[in-house]
């Protein structure tokens, strides 16, 4: 658990030392460009370091954590990104209005509330933000650009 | 001041500021219902549906909206014991021992009339101190903003969590992720690794979304459950309502005292939003003959957090309008709103727009007394939507999530980042990082290293040895050290 915990400050750690990296060997930027986000970058990277170094140091005891928080499921993760893969495959109008017939359905509740959510999601998506709006949501799929 | 006064007020009769303002209530109102989606979450839902809205109408929409959460959420705290947001886990102390003995109506009467009056106090202040805080203001220089904006992020981060080090880490984060795309000062693209939309760097509308709303989304569709479990649900009567409502008037000094201890830690830039209900709290068990029965359902114990947690978001809005530096996470993506509806705020607002910083001050005077209305009204119908069982919520939320986030600027990839910053935010939920410490730093970053190149050039190395700066560092250090005084005496004696 602890090695776990320390997994994030060291990815953290490891994203700023790579833009780092990249601004000063690739871009080359100048003084002026890269003084301030060098500095913010070292104090990530000083600050990870010590709380890498707390963690490994600490006598088996677990991190503060936020809330208690549900396990992830893979079931939930996936229903998750499977909106993205509606959006992308059907377009933002229809695309939200099949992902909610579908999950709900998934799910296990009744055709009538699943129906009527995705008409809702039609109205508010097409109605609401298309046409009152003025928003160009995609109605097209987006993999036909 | 009193033309721009006089001119705010005639605004607020627009049909369309009107519209917005009924329009945005409601919607505060349902999502302050829904325990976890707090004030900092309906601006990060509502603030998409500004895109293209006059300012003062997109500011009315917000502010209403964000006026009303905070009723909702004390509405939960009371019946079922689950706050709605931070600020209303203080009001659960008593407040939810009182449903338990049956006198749920009288707590949300209390909570409903000391949460409307407590705005107002919070809102009265604001329309005064605006016009007296600008000379003050207008004293500050790069230097002294600079050192503002960093200790607003280092008081989010130390003191808004029980891990000091992960705010720190949050807070920097913010800051380092604000800095993508094009420098202020010299416009080169920053660490955009030959990506087009990095040109334009991180957008805050994904950010806000995927760090605050993907959490709770997540959180509803893995484990299913509504997101309150509603036993033994007391209804509520008028006359019960009514009674508690009349209590904040026989404690005129519990209640000014909490007032003004929310004001002014509201206006503490980064200090704002947990912790001023519940150093009202204390204050009212200190000053109690009593202290003891506290959690056991007295109505002061209500009184006080409720009173003083809408009363800060007057003083929050002082440093936010004033000085362009945020007083609590809510306000940070507020200042994020008022740039996309084309406003600065800062000193030169206080000066251009007079009239639309008092009338924000007005619509949150009028969004804290008419959502006490709204919710009282409605307060049992509303009361179910937090029965709906969590794999129905949670599609809906996530389709609003990215429907929003694409609406922000017409860009698919945002939806994609709202993805990538869910992720971010999952992790930092679940590890105890402070996530609005990372948000205050994004929003901050810019104007930080702006203020930073301006002081630099103007002062040289020396900028922080201005005595205004030397006192702002002393009262940062002094605030941020002082909670943990016991320790760092211990550490010093033992040294």
Not at chain 2, 97 to 125: H, I, Y
Not at chain 2, 437 to 465: D, K, P, T
Request: with cysteine.
């Amino acid at each position: 658990m602890k090695r776990g915990e320390a997994v994030f400050p060291a990815l953290i750690l490891a994203f700023t030392a790579a833009m780092l990296a990249l601004g000063y060997f690739h871009y080359q930027y100048s003084w002026t460009a890269f003084a301030f986000p060098l500095a913010a970058g070292l104090v990530v990277s000083l600050l990870c370091a010590f709380e890498i170094a707390a963690i490994l140091r600490r006598p088996g005891t677990r991190a503060p954590r936020a809330a208690d928080t549900p396990s992830l499921s893979l079931a939930g993760l996936a229903w998750l990104f499977a909106l993205a893969a509606f959006l992308y495959a059907l377009g933002f109008v229809f695309g939200a209005a099949l992902y909610l017939l579908v999950c709900l359905r998934g799910n296990h509740f009744s055709w009538r509330l699943s129906v009527g959510t995705a008409v809702v999601s039609l109205f508010v998506t097409w109605g609401v933000f298309v046409k009152v709006l003025g928003i160009q949501l995609p109605i097209k799929p987006l993999w036909m650009g | 001041m009193l033309d721009a006064f006089l001119s705010a007020a005639a605004q607020l009769f627009n049909p369309l500021v009107l519209g917005a303002m009924l329009l945005g209530l409601p919607l505060g109102v349902v999502i302050g219902l829904l325990p976890g989606l707090s004030g900092i979450t309906a601006f990060a839902f509502l603030i998409p549906f500004t895109f293209g809205m006059p300012p003062l109408v997109g500011l009315a929409f917000l502010l209403a909206a964000y006026a009303a959460v905070s009723q909702g959420g004390s509405m939960t705290a009371i019946i079922l014991g689950v706050p709605g947001e931070v600020p209303n886990a203080a009001t659960v102390i008593d407040g939810y021992q009182m449903t338990k003995a049956g006198r749920a109506g009288e707590a949300v009467g209390a909570a409903l009339m000391a949460s409307a009056l407590g705005g107002l106090f919070g809102c009265v202040l604001l329309v005064i101190l605006l016009p007296i805080i600008q000379p003050i203001v207008l004293s500050f220089a790069s230097p002294e903003n600079f050192i503002l904006a960093l200790a607003g992020i280092a008081f989010i981060a130390v003191l808004g969590s029980g891990a000091p080090n992960r705010g720190l880490i949050a807070g920097a984060l913010g800051i380092f992720l604000s800095l993508f795309g094009y420098s202020p000062t010299e416009g080169v693209p920053r660490f955009w690794m030959g990506i087009d939309y990095m040109l334009d760097g991180f957008r805050l509308v994904p950010l806000a979304m995927g760090l605050f709303a993907m959490p709770e989304i997540l959180a509803l569709m893995t484990t299913g459950r509504s997101i309150a479990q509603p036993e033994g649900l007391e209804p509520i009567s008028l006359r019960q309502v009514v009674k508690g409502g009349l209590a904040v008037f026989k404690y005129p000094g519990l209640f000014f005292r909490s007032c003004t201890i929310g004001s002014v830690i509201g206006m503490m830039p980064g200090v704002g939003g947990a912790t001023a209900p519940f150093v009202a709290y204390a204050a009212a068990k200190q000053t109690a003959g009593d202290p003891d029965t506290f959690g056991s359902g007295r109505i002061e114990g209500v009184i006080a957090p409720e009173a003083s947690s809408n009363a800060k978001e007057g003083g929050a809005l002082v440093p936010t309008l004033a000085l362009g530096i945020p007083g609590s996470a809510s306000m940070a993506l507020l200042l994020g709103a008022f740039i996309i509806l084309g406003l600065q705020p800062g000193p030169e607002f206080l000066v251009k727009h007079p009239d639309l910083a008092f009338a924000a001050a007005m619509i949150l005077a009028f969004g804290n007394v008419a959502s006490s209305l709204l919710m009282f009204l409605l307060s049992k119908l509303l009361i179910h939507i937090t029965r709906v069982p969590g794999r129905a919520l949670a599609p809906i939320l996530l389709v609003l999530v990215m429907i929003g986030s694409y609406s922000a600027e017409n860009n698919p990839i945002d939806v994609l980042f709202v993805f990538v910053f869910g992720g971010l935010g999952v992790a930092m939920d679940r590890l105890g990082y402070n996530r609005p410490a990372l948000l205050l730093g994004f929003v901050l970053g810019e104007m930080i290293e702006r203020y930073y190149q301006v002081s630099v050039s103007a002062y040289g190395a020396s900028f922080l040895m201005r005595p205004i700066s030397i006192v702002i560092i002393a009262a940062a250090l002094l605030c941020l050290l002082w909670p943990n005084r016991t320790r760092v005496l211990r550490y010093w004696r033992y040294r």
